[in-house]
């Protein structure tokens, strides 16, 4: 077991050995403890390897200084100049809530910057603060929609969080294909077969071997046709809208190592007392209440919640080896 | 067939008939004459009976004038009294657009109003005027999310639009259950089942029967649990967010004869050219272009395209025995 604040100093200086500011790093860290700490196991300690070989790279700037301009009132625009999307989010983040609060209605988009961490942890401050926000964010081509033989859009998570009377904020993220990215690469490590229907092989056919599906294959989008139009949505939300790159113009193939995209990301914040929702949070508990009572058995975040709960009471689940491995990240990297 | 203007007109008139102000009938009639010229026939002329004997049962106002607030500067806040969603957003649709403009993203959010139409049409308008615009509406509780074993939810369609430098904008709309109502209701009338996997009977078995979805039964959302969290969003943001009814709160039933709802609405709207997306309209269509290189049998939008032009050059198809009846429909009802 680990302590939360000792997992996340433990993180803060892997990442400033591996390059980053301390600022930045800290930042970074935030994203993977939270992961960790809430059992959203796919986007936590497991992407370590993947975030220090991508800084390795050169792919990804771990010192990126993000470039934020206000172009109206209600627009953040954020050039990520390749950093990592949450310094990107952090730049402007405080501006975005002064205006998600005087207008009522706010956004961030961030382009140029690698999105690497769970989507949620972006905007969960956001409903402790009593909006609603929405958020997405695209990422290297792996998806093919709508009858596509090859990958076209990233794995395009969504997010949505809002207040909730009863405590902590209505909270969950999902990529928009059929199953995670991250899913494949655990059934790969694993050996485990994936499931029917969620992925092609490089020649546009059904597959269930998680290695011929990284092996210039292809996911599915969740959902058939709808979800297919979700997940290209949150493509152009994410990309066309920010002026960030489209999945397919990744270029991360010149950077041997690098496992991140860099991509694009939108945060659209809404304040509910300017838009005859005051007394949203009371509203979200009764119609959770109303699905409860309705046998509905899986409240999106209850898990994490719990997850939580516990590790703040005895600390986030660890193994010796892997708390080793990390504090041997804890060194620079030769170079 | 019968042309665009001469059905828009007829339209009118049978809304005027049945106690609709002028401006409020050719709003209406827009709406319903634009589904059954793009080929939604789901939501045109097929719609109208409901239309008429819900105004007939008192449940909606058709001559209601709906109460726009402008809380902050991005936040439109409509009470629709009681009328149909596109006349409250009509009355608080060139300030909205203002406020996108000045600000670079602006909402409008209805609530106390019945949405009978097809989403798209409403924010195709601002796509045409190179906006991205997101649209949701709840509705009756028709749909049965995370396990719930009766509906809790409404069917609570999601649209997008965007600029499309091709010419007409990227459009489509859904509703975020398995399969919409109007197809359950159509399955009824011709006695055909619906697929397997999408409705629960009375007691939350699953049911292939249309009338054992409608009597008391429910809807699964599309998708699975990710369905299921997208659908719930809509509900959140339709209606907790904009100050509406939950779709288990519609009353509708002290109103006999009444088919629509009492429910929410709410529109974002964010201008590419203040979130680092100018040219946005060329990037949406090499994305599109991408996708149909890599074999996508259906970009979202292009029937409906289709179905528009056959109409400009050809006609709307309206059958005579139809005509007849909308012609009868112009007189006032008995009453």
Known sequence: MISYGDLHALLARIFTAHGMPPGSAAI?????AQAERDACLSHGLFRIPGYLSSLRSGYVDGAAVPVVEQPRPGTMAVDGARGFAQVALEAGRVRLLEAARNLGIACISIRNAHHYAALATDIEPFA???????AMVNGRSRVAPFGARRAVIGTNPIAFACPRA??????WDMATSAIANADVLMAARDGHAIPAGVALDRHGEP??????MQDGGALLPFGGHKGAAIATMVELLAAALTGGRFGFEDDAF???GATTANA?????LIDPAATGGAGAAERVETLLTRLTDAGADRIPGDRRLAARASAAENG???????LAQLQAW???PAS
């Open 28 to 32: 970074l860290a935030g994203a993977v």
């Open 128 to 134: 402790d603060a009593g909006l609603f926000a929405l």
């Open 166 to 171: 009863s405590g902590a904020p209505l909270l």
């Open 207 to 212: 597959t269930t071997d998680p290695e011929a």
């Open 254 to 256: 010149r950077y041997p």
């Open 264 to 268: 694009g990301q939108l945060i659209i």
């Open 316 to 322: 986030i689940p660890i193994t010796q080896a892997l």
């Open 330 to 332: 804890t060194y620079p």
